[in-house]
């Protein structure tokens, strides 16, 4: 069985990597599998894929509206493993699930890896899963070949140390206190926060949170090992619809740029 950790370690390996988000299901699964194409194409290197939730709390207005979007429009867990699984016939791009526990719990922790790793996904990020109470789920998720992807929010220096230490397939650093969305500034240390990661892990920390211009892309590239771009591209997605693709191409190639300049 391939491991999706070692896919996901692989992806860095190019270069700064370029992780773009959607969520499922936005407007519609078959306009998802074009976009996840799309970006694969123009140069991504890794794409999260968000499963629509009614209550997603780590999310600003923008992936908010989204989530509604694509519940309205039909889209299920069991959707979003059939969209990977068509992907996966077209492209081998790394995939990673952005989920919410309940979800994972009502399906039960075993079947959930078990599925998610079966349609081809890599990893899977659970941002109201506390890094405290990940010790029986990350069992499951290293038991399916599934990367569980930490994130490391601007906290005390002992608590980024313990979560660094434990991670898997990549790091994600929050760059900002609060839910997603694209931010003018951003004021965090980051700097600070990614050497403190380092000291403590010798897997990829990409920056996510707030990131939407070639220009942030290319300071925070500066001293981690990627970024994680959601809300500039749902934002995009929001505005063409089922048209988006070729939009999205565009931005993804910008984007990449800035990472490779």
């Known amino acids: 069985m391939n491991n999706g950790i070692g896919r996901l370690q692989g992806a860095f390996s190019r270069g700064k990597a370029f992780i773009?988000?959607?969520?499922?299901g936005d407007p519609n699964i078959a306009a998802s599998e074009r976009f996840i194409l799309e970006m694969a194409e123009a140069g991504a290197d890794i794409i999260e894929i968000g499963i629509p939730f009614s209550d997603p709390i780590a999310e600003g207005a923008v992936i908010q509206d989204a989530n509604l979007r694509a519940l309205a429009s039909g889209a299920t867990t069991d959707g979003m493993f059939e969209l990977v699984r068509s992907v996966r016939k077209k492209s081998d791009v790394p995939i990673v699930f952005l989920t919410y526990l309940n979800p994972v719990f009502h399906m039960g922790y075993d079947r959930f890896f078990a599925r998610a790793r079966?349609?081809?996904?890599?990893?899977?990020?659970?941002?109201d899963l506390p890094f405290d109470e990940q010790g029986e789920v990350k069992a499951f998720a290293r038991t399916h070949g599934l990367a569980l992807i930490s994130l490391i929010a601007p906290t005390s220096e002992e608590r980024i140390r313990g979560i660094a230490a434990d991670g898997d397939g990549f790091l994600y650093v929050v760059s900002s206190m609060g839910v997603t969305g694209?931010?003018?500034?951003?004021?965090?240390?980051?700097?600070?926060?990614?050497?403190?990661?380092?000291?403590?892990?010798?897997?990829?920390a990409?920056?996510?949170?707030?990131?939407?211009?070639?220009e942030q892309a290319a300071a925070i590239a500066g001293f981690s090992d990627g970024v994680i771009v959601g809300s500039a591209i749902v934002r995009i997605i929001a505005r063409h619809g089922e048209e988006a693709a070729p939009h999205l191409r565009k931005y993804v190639e910008g984007m990449k740029k800035a990472l490779q300049g």
């Open 20 to 24: 773009g988000f959607v969520t499922g």
């Open 118 to 127: 079966e349609c081809g996904a890599d990893g899977v990020i659970i941002p």
């Open 182 to 204: 694209v931010r003018s500034e951003i004021t965090t240390d980051l700097p600070s926060i990614m050497t403190l990661v380092r000291a403590n892990c010798d897997i990829p």
């Open 206 to 214: 990409a920056v996510g949170f707030g990131i939407g211009t070639p």
